[in-house]
């Protein structure tokens, strides 16, 4: 794997949309759709390689067609061929511009990107250095063949441990622990909903907070973008899915004298555009977000990345090759596409505010994403988060750096909808 070059650039978190080529012929050069039907109400995953007909068209008419949309005027890149998920779609974080889309209001199952509404919905709740004691009955009804990040019985984590668990390992037992600390999971799912619903993420129903397949829990890239974009103006959420590597705290033993001992192991982060892989290098300019693989949903990812200056979001759903880090490839792809085309191509539909928004533009806000406007989350493995240095088997580190500018505060109904998202730096660091 080529050795990134270390790099600091402005950013705002961002994710690039994956755009799949099938139906590309269908693709309208700059033709407005008409409005379509709402979606059948009826929380049910399409079981077909065929998207209904009728879908959503929150963001815009034509984000409601089936099929790639795309404005493909002269001087516009021509969108990847080989792109083979069944939805997909990249936008511009900062100004909501839905560059192009494919099937993109498809509901279909979401696998652990769910979690990134689990994160948004139940990471302000706690501060970080909360410590919580497991018990037997916060484990209780993780499914089986979970991923898992080792979390033990009558073990003692903090807030941030577990979230560190959940978005670099995807634990769903973390997320159970979680659950169980925010008044179960009955009472998680229907707060998820809710912020759901107040984002206006339509497409989804919430059945399990971790993701795990479950008769009718379904969402869409269009959603799952949402999502990203709300989670991302936390500056928690943006440390956790950021982060490469980290220690995660073992099982307290007794060493050869006899005395109680707790060691770490090491976690990696399995978004393999952040920290790569035999055969995929780390994405340049890759700053999170989130990955997914169940048997209903196929590998599911959202990312965000930045080059130049632009930020942008691709979510890629269920690509239909069945090759290694397919969605990633596919992913990848469509960011290479949406740098190239940012600027130049008429945008599609947008991504909406949430409910109820107002206009907030007010410097030196606080972003941090915790309960009680609590201090940042403590530093991953001891160091400053801006200057970590991942000693992860691929040698990968990608850190977040909070500096004194403009910062967004998604709480209480406040929102930035006036089309400039201004998020801290970024400062990543490359092998």
């Known amino acids: 794997m080529p050795a990134p070059k270390k790099t600091a650039?402005?950013?705002?978190l961002v994710t690039s949309a994956v755009v799949s080529s099938l139906a590309l012929t269908a693709v309208s050069a700059v033709s407005a759709a008409p409005a379509f039907a709402a979606p059948s109400p009826s929380p049910s995953a399409s079981p077909s390689a065929t998207p209904p007909a009728n879908m959503s068209t929150v963001g815009g008419a034509r984000l409601g067609q089936a099929g790639t949309q795309a404005n493909l005027a002269t001087g516009?890149?021509?969108?990847?061929?080989?792109?083979?998920?069944r939805s997909w779609i990249v936008a511009d974080a900062e100004t909501g511009d839905v560059l192009a889309a494919h099937n993109a209001h498809w509901r279909l199952a979401p696998a652990s990107t769910l979690k990134m509404l689990f994160a948004d919905t139940v990471l302000p709740k706690f501060p970080s250095t909360t410590?919580?004691?497991?018990?037997?009955?916060?484990?209780?009804?993780?499914?089986?063949?979970?991923?898992?990040?080792?979390?033990?019985?009558?073990?003692?984590?903090?807030?941030?441990?577990?979230?560190?668990?959940?978005?670099?390992?995807?634990?769903?037992d973390a997320v159970h622990v979680l659950s169980a600390m925010n008044g179960g999971v009955k009472n998680t799912v229907a707060q998820m909903n809710e912020h759901a619903e107040e984002l206006q993420a339509l497409d989804t129903h919430v059945v399990s907070p971790d993701g795990y397949d479950a008769e009718g829990q379904v969402s869409s890239a269009y959603d799952l973008t949402l999502f990203a974009r709300s989670g991302l103006q936390k500056k928690d959420f943006r440390e956790y899915c950021s982060t490469v590597t980290?220690?995660?705290?073992?099982?307290t033993k007794k060493n050869k004298k006899g005395k109680k001992v707790r060691g770490s192991f090491e976690i990696q982060n399995t978004n393999r555009l952040l920290s790569g892989d035999s055969d995929i290098d780390v994405y340049q300019g890759i700053a999170g977000v989130k990955n997914g693989n169940t048997t209903n949903a196929g590998a599911t990812f959202t990312g965000v990345a930045e080059r130049n200056g632009k930020v942008l979001l691709v979510t890629v759903m269920k690509p239909e090759k069945d090759e290694h880090n397919e969605v990633y490839k596919e992913t990848a792809k469509l960011f290479d596409w949406g740098f190239k085309a940012a600027g130049k191509v008429e945008p599609v539909g947008e991504l909406v505010a949430p409910k109820g928004t107002q206009p907030s533009a007010q410097p030196g806000a606080n972003d941090n994403g915790q309960a009680g406007g609590a201090s940042a989350s403590p530093s991953v493995s001891g160091k400053p988060v801006a200057a970590q240095v991942d000693g992860g088997s691929g040698g990968i580190g990608i850190a977040l750096a909070i500096t004194g500018g403009v910062l967004v505060l998604l709480a209480g109904g406040v929102f930035l909808v006036n089309r400039r998202w201004p998020l801290p730096d970024l400062v990543r660091r490359r092998r």
């Open 9 to 12: 650039r402005r950013s705002l």
């Open 76 to 85: 516009v890149p021509v969108l990847p061929k080989d792109i083979s998920a």
């Open 131 to 172: 410590e919580h004691k497991v018990v037997p009955s916060d484990l209780a009804g993780v499914g089986a063949g979970s991923s898992m990040v080792g979390i033990k019985e009558d073990e003692t984590y903090t807030v941030h441990d577990l979230w560190l668990g959940v978005f670099l390992r995807s634990g769903n």
């Open 246 to 251: 980290a220690k995660f705290p073992g099982e």
